[in-house]
């Protein structure tokens, strides 16, 4: 079966460091991975979409990168902030018979400390 | 924001209840799903819907129904409610036309069965 994993153990880092999260996944190749931050409370809100062929994706201090060799993606955000902190879910979207399936890892909290 | 209304926001039921939670929205898109999050395991997909009457199984669908009568509703129904389904229920919408696939959530159904 499908299988996500992001680090389940939180990240906690310096302000003004670079954070970089991880997302794995097996058993399937999604043609697009998306990221979502998560606050306490909340929904989930969209961040980035990467495509299979593509290497790098940058919005603003986000980058996310996309290997689909070792079924990975890695997501950094540079001169990270005590705002960023929150969890980041990873989503490969693979497509069921043709559908979007939308399906989540776990995420990983971030801490960014002052 | 996206047109997305979930309701209620809390209920608390007794266990061997019937409970419906709705999900509506304005946008017209045409993926809807439900999710649950519970501590340690992220959000796990119930079902989904990509159109009016077409909807599939997720991750955890067993002791869950759904049904969508309508392009805007996508409604979640407990049979009969069990203590394991006390969760924090999120749906979520989905476009996927054109290179858009970001999903748009809902701001959550915290329910308590005791």
């Known amino acids: 079966s499908q299988k996500i994993e992001q680090n389940s153990e939180a990240l906690n880092i310096q302000e003004g460091k670079t954070a970089t999260l991880t997302c794995n996944y097996t058993?399937?190749?999604?043609?697009?991975l998306q990221w979502y931050r998560q606050d306490p409370g909340r929904g989930p809100v969209f961040l980035l979409l990467?495509?299979?062929?593509?290497k790098e994706k940058r919005k603003e201090r986000l980058k996310v990168t996309f290997d689909t060799t070792l079924k990975q993606s890695l997501f950094h955000i540079t001169a990270s902030q005590p705002a960023d902190s929150a969890t980041y879910l990873c989503?490969?979207?693979?497509?069921?018979?043709?559908?979007?399936?939308?399906?989540f890892g776990a995420g990983t909290r971030l801490a960014v400390h002052p | 924001d996206a047109g997305i209304t979930q309701s209620p926001r809390h209920k608390v039921t007794e266990t061997g209840t019937p409970v419906t939670l709705r999900c509506h929205q304005t946008?017209?898109?045409?993926?809807m799903y439900w999710y649950r999050q519970d501590p340690g395991h992220g959000l796990r997909l119930i079902h989904y819907?990509?159109?009016?009457?077409?909807?599939d199984k997720g991750e955890v669908s067993d002791g869950y129904s759904v049904s969508r009568s309508k392009t805007e509703d996508f409604l979640l129904t407990l049979e009969s409610a069990t203590s394991s389904q006390t969760s924090v229920y999120f749906c979520?919408?989905?476009?996927?036309?054109?290179?858009?696939?970001?999903?748009?959530f809902g701001q959550g159904t915290r329910l308590t069965v005791v």
């Open positions: 819907s990509y159109g009016v009457k077409d909807t």
């Open positions: 989503a490969p979207q693979g497509f069921s018979g043709g559908y979007n399936k939308l399906i």
């Open positions: 058993n399937y190749s999604p043609a697009y």
């Open positions: 990467i495509r299979e062929n593509e």
């Open positions: 979520a919408i989905s476009d996927s036309r054109g290179q858009n696939t970001e999903a748009f």
């Open positions: 946008e017209n898109h045409r993926y």
